[in-house]
C-alpha cells in the first residue's frame, strides 16, 4: 500500500512558477511509474506529466511543453513537478499518481492517488 501526499501548491501570479510535490509518506515508488494530474473545477481530470520508474521518458500534456518539467527522486520516494510561464489556465487541483503504468487517460480506480493540492494562477 503507497500513500501519497501533495505539497506546494498556492496562488501565483500569471508568468509565475510553483513546484510541486509528491511524496509517498507511507511505502514506496519502486518500480510504479508516476505522473500528475489536474482538475480544473467543473471539468474532468486531465493529464499533465508521466514519469516511468527509473526517472527517464519524461512525457507531457500537449498544453504544458516547455514550461513544465516533471522528475523523481527513488532515494526519497518523491516526485515534483516545475512549472513555469504559469497561465489562469492552469488553475486546477493538481493529484499525483502511482501505478503500474500512466496512461494519459485517468483512472481514478487505478494505482494510489494524493488527495491533491490547488495550485491558483491570477491574470
Known amino acids: 500500500q503507497v500513500q501519497l501526499e501533495e505539497s506546494g501548491g498556492g496562488l501565483v501570479q500569471a508568468g509565475g512558477s510553483l513546484r510541486l510535490s509528491c511524496v509517498a509518506s507511507?511505502?514506496?515508488?519502486?518500480?510504479?511509474?508516476t505522473g500528475w494530474f489536474r482538475q480544473a473545477p467543473g471539468k474532468e481530470r486531465e493529464f499533465v506529466a508521466r514519469?516511468?520508474?527509473?526517472?527517464?521518458?519524461?512525457n507531457y500534456a500537449d498544453s504544458v511543453v516547455g514550461r513544465f518539467t516533471i522528475s523523481r527522486d527513488n532515494t526519497k520516494n518523491t516526485m515534483t513537478l516545475q512549472m513555469n510561464s504559469l497561465k489562469p489556465d492552469d488553475t486546477a487541483i493538481y493529484f499525483c499518481n502511482a501505478d503500474r503504468k500512466i496512461f494519459t487517460t485517468p483512472t481514478p480506480g487505478s494505482g494510489y492517488w494524493g488527495q491533491g493540492t490547488q495550485v491558483t494562477v491570477s491574470s
Open positions: 514519469i516511468n520508474w527509473s526517472g527517464d521518458s519524461p
Open positions: 507511507r511505502g514506496a515508488f519502486g518500480r510504479l511509474a
